[in-house]
């Protein structure tokens, strides 16, 4: 299995307040406090829709040294990310990716080493990114078995004018369902499809995992 976490958290979001007040042709301050907060909400979303990290944040991908066979069947919703060791490449969720920031490897004394460089590059042009080991170079040996390998790496679009435009368009378009359906507690959670539409060709294909066969995956085998 893999885990994935948040090193450092984004700080900008996929649109501005003056985008949203001019989509909403709002003026004034009024609803300055409910517009954050729905831009927080869209922007959210649209990752969550997506599987893309949209403004820049650092992530780390935690990556088992073996495949657990012994998981139980039928326990539970397999969601996780299921990678190892045992591939020479691995798919870093949350695409697009800029850079891998540096490797660690954990052996089963749970001593931390840095995996240099040289060793693997960054596959930015699929989609996921994926990390890839080069031409005869090869994992540390005697790791442990969970949580081998830690691969820090930076991803999103960048700041907020980098979001692509109908990112930006879809997360504006929800905000106005939301703004204008504001209070009414009938009103459904559902996205808007001229929102959906927009996300569409952004979105990243991921696949369940089969506990009964022990494939995955996030994107497609590799």
């Known amino acids: 299995m893999a885990g994935l976490t948040v090193v450092t958290a984004e700080t900008a ?37 997506t599987k893309r990290s949209l403004t820049t944040q650092t992530l780390k991908l935690s990556i088992d040294a073996v495949y657990d066979t012994d998981i139980p069947l039928r326990e539970g919703m397999y969601v996780g990310v299921d990678q190892d060791i045992t591939r020479r490449s691995i798919l870093l969720p949350e695409s697009p990716v800029a850079s891998i920031t540096h490797v660690k490897s954990f052996d089963d004394s749970d001593t931390e080493s840095t995996f240099a460089s040289g060793n693997y590059m960054l596959d930015s042009a699929g989609v996921p990114a994926r990390f890839v080991l080069r031409n005869g ?4 040996t005697g790791l442990r078995v969970a949580n081998a390998l830690e691969i820090t790496y930076v991803a999103g679009y960048g700041a907020t004018t980098d979001v692509p435009f109908d990112i930006k368009l879809a997360c504006l378009n929800y905000i106005a369902y939301l703004f204008e359906q504001r209070g009414d507690q009938d009103t459904p959670v559902n996205a ?27 994107g497609g085998m590799i």
Do not use: C, M
């Open 137 to 140: 170079k090869s994992y540390p």
């Open 192 to 218: 808007p499809t001229s929102a959906t539409r927009l996300l569409q060709p952004y979105v990243i294909r991921q696949f369940g995992t089969n506990p009964y066969r022990g494939t995955a995956h996030y």
């Open 13 to 49: 979001f996929a649109v501005t307040s003056t985008e949203v007040k001019t989509h909403l042709r709002i003026d004034g301050s009024d609803d300055d406090t409910q517009i954050d907060n729905l831009i927080k909400a869209s922007h959210n979303w649209a990752k969550r829709y």
